[in-house]
Antibody, heavy 119, light 110 residues
Framework: QMQLQESGPGLVKPSETLSLTCTVS?????????WGWIRQPPGKGLEWLGT???????FYNPSLKSRVTISVDTSKNQFSLKLSSVTAADTAIYYC????????????WGQGTLVTVSS | QSVLTQPPSVSGAPGQRVTISCTGS?????????VHWYQHLPGAAPKLLIY???NRPSGVPDRFSGSKSGTSASLAITGLQAEDEADYYC??????????FGGGTKLTVL
């Protein structure tokens, strides 16, 4: 049974870099599909952050492109999110997901992890 | 404000039928990019309900169905059950090179 699990600090200071990792179990990242990050600020809707392929090819939300980096580590079967220069507006539940195609649906999601930006 | 517009809330009694709309434009839904729907319960991972306008993943009841017309798409839920109470999101792609989500619709089962 395939699962995704987010991990990383739950508290990040303003202006610092938010770093999260998604560990995939039950499926090899190198076998296919795309992998991505989506977030949900408190009381708000979902926002796509970016998508990566196991080759390292990545696609980012144009509104966040200058601050977002998504990378993949096939040896650990993980992919990661880095969001730089964070502010309180980046406080959100961050989800990792398996994506069928860069413009298509996410068919499997992690449980999500809350990241709070505060000093 | 989301580029894909959903009603903030809908409601219905058990057994009834409800629909949730997702209105886009000629650069996303109207351009032929697929629309996908998710069910999101508080504290849980979002669950894919419909992909490619009308397709249901294995295990999703046929009470859930999707449709598309022009620059809009809709999710219909028939035979409403208490367990259907959740937030529902539509998703598509835009020619601005971005994956888009609707603002979400809270379904209340009366």
């Amino acid at each position: 049974q395939m699962q995704l699990q987010e991990s990383g600090p739950g508290l990040v200071k303003p202006s610092e870099t938010l770093s999260l990792t998604c560990t995939v179990s039950g499926y090899s990242i190198s076998s296919g599909y795309f992998w991505g990050w989506i977030r949900q600020p408190p009381g708000k809707g979902l926002e796509w952050l970016g998508t990566v392929y196991h080759s390292g090819t990545s696609f980012y939300n144009p509104s966040l492109k200058s601050r977002v980096t998504i990378s993949v580590d096939t040896s650990k079967n993980q992919f990661s999110l880095k969001l730089s220069s964070v502010t309180a507006a980046d406080t959100a539940i961050y989800y990792c997901a398996r994506i069928v195609d860069p413009i298509a649906e996410s068919d499997l999601w992690g449980q999500g992890t809350l990241v709070t930006v505060s000093s | 404000q989301s580029v894909l517009t959903q009603p903030p809330s809908v409601s219905g009694a058990p057994g009834q039928r409800v629909t949730i709309s997702c209105t886009g434009s000629s650069s996303n839904i109207g351009a032929g990019y697929g629309v996908h729907w998710y069910q999101h319960l508080p504290g849980a991972a979002p669950k894919l309900l419909i992909y490619g306008y009308t397709n249901r993943p294995s295990g999703v009841p046929d009470r859930f169905s999707g449709s598309k017309s022009g620059t809009s798409a809709s999710l219909a839920i028939t035979g409403l059950q208490a367990e259907d109470e959740a937030d529902y999101y539509c998703q598509s792609y835009d020619s601005s090179l971005s994956v888009l989500f609707g603002g979400g619709t809270k379904l209340t089962v009366l």
